[in-house]
């Protein structure tokens, strides 16, 4: 038996489809906003809302709370954000809708990560692993001690020349 789209569902497919052809957005990037849209449309359907002319902000006040019930961070749910009010601007630059109720919504902060790092002990096992006088035990044991003296990135260490060294 076929199942029946709603007119917003149906909408959301064209919108992927125009996120693959005209956008040309990878496959797992269509994959994530999919994921997203019918998230929000799961729980719009419990509300009677099957277009996108009907979303009102408080729909979406309403899913950004049951996203961080379910225990999103706030970067997973900026990045469903940012889903739908790309589909929400598609559906107004074409007039499928002409209120756009996105417009006031902010996107929940993202706290700053703080980086991590290898305790002294967990060095000094490392380091461990490479003790001998060969030409490669030196050197991985320099990249080592240098990354973990420095607080260089292993991507800085890798553009590192030769000049920008103080000896």
């Not at 002294?120 to 001998?132: I, Q």
């Not at 044991?141 to 920008?164: D, K, V």
């Amino acid at each position: 038996m076929e199942r029946e789209f709603s007119r917003l569902e149906l909408s959301i497919h064209v919108f992927l489809d125009f996120l693959r052809v005209e956008r040309n957005l990878s496959e797992n990037t269509v994959e994530a906003y999919r994921r997203d849209l019918f998230s929000f449309t799961v729980l719009l359907k419990e509300g009677g809302v099957t277009t996108a002319d009907a979303v009102r902000p408080a729909h979406v006040a309403r899913w950004l709370c049951y996203l961080a019930e379910r225990g999103l961070c706030s970067a997973s749910q900026n990045r469903a954000l940012s889903a739908l009010r790309s589909f929400l601007k598609h559906q107004q630059k074409y007039g499928a809708i002409e209120y756009n109720p996105l417009h006031n919504i902010r996107s929940p902060k993202v706290g700053a990560r703080l980086p991590k790092f290898l305790s002294v002990e967990d060095m000094r096992r490392l380091l461990g692993l490479y003790v001998g006088d060969t030409p490669a035990h030196l050197l991985k044991r320099t990249i080592l001690e240098l990354l973990y003296a420095s607080g260089l990135r292993a991507s800085e260490l890798c553009t590192l020349t030769l000049s920008q060294l103080q000896m």
